[in-house]
């Protein structure tokens, strides 16, 4: 027998069928992440928030959006699929696929449809990292954000990280740790994010401030994941779980 899919969250789609973006979706059993496995009833839930919905996007398109409001509106996807980070598909009808699988939740509310490139730059000092407090989620996370249209993610490691703590390292060469898929919050079957993470390596920690998307920035205990967490948790606030694994990454390569 087939599964129909079960809505994890208790909202419902609005009459225009969209449900809020932090819905969570539809549960998709392991087995069926995969989209080389058929399932026909498969319904993910679209997320897509009122700015990026076609009847807006026809009025106004904002400064850090695409204009194409479904994915056949894209006309270079032979492009964003050669510099994509993570290889993806397009399924029969031209749309793409997240490498990753389904998600339970379509639409975008990510700036273009398929990969978004974020920049992720961790800073180390003396056994601590800089941090910022997020203020769309408002948890602590690392200093990154998207790559700028024709900018490289070089650039945006160092943009990103002076806009939101003040910290200008323009003169520093990080070690790049990954160029990988992210488990962040706004990921659909559609639209998903995938970051270089890089390690910037201090004698010592500098003041930062925070500004731009951040709400606080400051440096953290970074010994392992779990005194981060003891700290961050003590402190009242929580780690951002998407960049854990980035986190981990840093200080592997701290601990060689």
């Known amino acids: 027998m087939t599964e129909t899919p079960r809505t994890t969250g208790a909202v419902t789609p609005d009459p225009d069928g969209y449900a809020p973006v932090d819905h969570p979706g539809v549960t998709v059993p392991e087995d069926r992440r995969c989209w080389s496995v058929d399932w026909p009833q498969y319904a993910p839930v679209d997320i897509t928030p009122p700015e990026l919905r076609p009847t807006t996007l026809a009025r106004h398109v904002p400064d850090w959006a695409e204009a194409a409001a479904t994915p056949t509106d894209v006309n270079d996807w032979d492009r964003r699929r050669a510099a994509a980070l993570a290889p993806f598909e397009l399924d029969t009808q031209g749309g793409p696929l997240n490498p990753q699988g389904r998600t339970g939740r379509t639409g975008r509310n990510l700036g273009k449809w398929a990969e978004n490139a974020a920049a992720d730059p961790i800073v180390y000092a ?4 800089l941090l ?8 602590e996370a690392i200093p990154g954000g998207m790559v700028d249209p024709g900018e490289t993610a070089p650039a945006a490691l160092v943009r ?10 323009s ?14 919050w706004r990921n659909t079957d559609r639209a998903w994010v995938a970051s270089t993470s890089a390690l910037y390596v201090l ?31 003590a402190a009242g606030r929580t780690l951002y779980a998407a960049h854990r694994p980035l986190l981990q990454r840093a200080l592997d390569y701290l601990a060689k």
């Open 126 to 129: 003396n056994g601590r990292v």
């Open 160 to 169: 990103e990280l002076r806009e939101e703590t003040g910290v200008d390292l």
């Open 132 to 139: 910022i407090t997020r203020d769309d989620i408002e948890v």
């Open 171 to 184: 003169d520093h060469r990080p070690v790049i740790l990954g160029q990988d898929l992210v488990d962040d």
């Open 203 to 233: 004698p010592a920690t500098v003041t930062a401030v925070a500004a731009d998307d951040a709400l606080d920035a400051n440096w953290w205990p970074f010994g392992s994941l779990d005194e981060l967490d003891a700290a961050i948790t």
